[in-house]
């Protein structure tokens, strides 16, 4: 990922720094489901690792995963005093890291959820500036061994803990990063989604973040 001018400037907006979240992933997803039926949207196989979950649960994942990493982990810290004012945040974190598939099952149900969590996103970012993104730092349980992988897409803030391997620790600058690479990645996910059933990708991913890794399983259909 090119790191942008603003990085020298820690007075500037955080804004700045991860424009993505006003509206551009809210448009690319919305944009690459547009006019899906839903057996398109509940396609899925056991040929591929990554076509085990459908493009209907991929979007549904990646609304959730804003608030599950923004609220549960970064509450206390961008909280303090509570997160009420956001209102029932439950149903957008469901034990399969989706959002309620009860409550959001239609697609565009999904949408305005995930529009609801881009939102919340860039409110988070303009509350910050690049300095502030950089200092502020949790320490997040990690039990999959994923960010064996994923630390090789950041060039700083996400650290292990030298005392239990299971944690590390991650700046929010890194978590925005994170968010944005899930993003990329599980929309690259859609694209081979729709070429398994003969379909066209219609936007362009930046080939940036976890997809990118060398070593990454990029198999096609």
Not at 75 to 96: H, R, V, Y
Not at 107 to 121: H, K, P, S
Not at 141 to 156: C, I, K, M, N, S
Not at 185 to 202: E, M, S
Request: include cysteine; hydrophobic fraction near 35%.
């Amino acid at each position: 990922m090119t790191e942008p001018s603003e990085l020298r400037d820690g007075a500037a907006p955080a804004t700045a720094l991860f424009p993505q979240f006003q509206s551009q992933i809210f448009d690319m997803f919305s944009t690459e489901v547009e006019g899906l039926t839903e057996d398109q949207l509940d396609y899925e196989s056991d040929r591929w690792e990554w076509s085990r979950w459908s493009i209907r649960r991929n979007v549904s994942h990646v609304a959730s995963g804003d608030i599950r990493w923004l609220v549960l982990r970064w509450g206390k810290t961008l909280f303090p005093d509570g997160a009420q004012d956001l209102g029932d945040l439950a149903p957008l974190i469901s034990p399969d890291a989706t959002l309620d598939p009860v409550r959001f099952w239609d697609m565009a149900a999904i949408l305005v959820q995930l529009r609801r969590t881009q939102g919340f996103c860039h409110m988070v970012l303009s509350r910050e500036t690049v300095g502030s993104l950089q200092s502020k730092e949790i320490r997040a349980e990690t039990t999959t061994g994923q960010w064996e992988t994923f630390g090789l897409a950041h060039p700083r803030g996400v650290r292990r803990d030298p005392e239990d391997p299971s944690h590390i620790y991650i700046s929010l600058e890194a978590t925005f990063r994170h968010r944005y690479f899930e993003h990329t990645t599980h929309l690259y996910n859609i694209h081979r989604l729709k070429r398994a059933q003969g379909l066209t990708p219609r936007v362009e991913i930046p080939f940036v973040g976890y997809y990118a890794l060398p070593g990454w399983d990029r198999s096609e259909p």
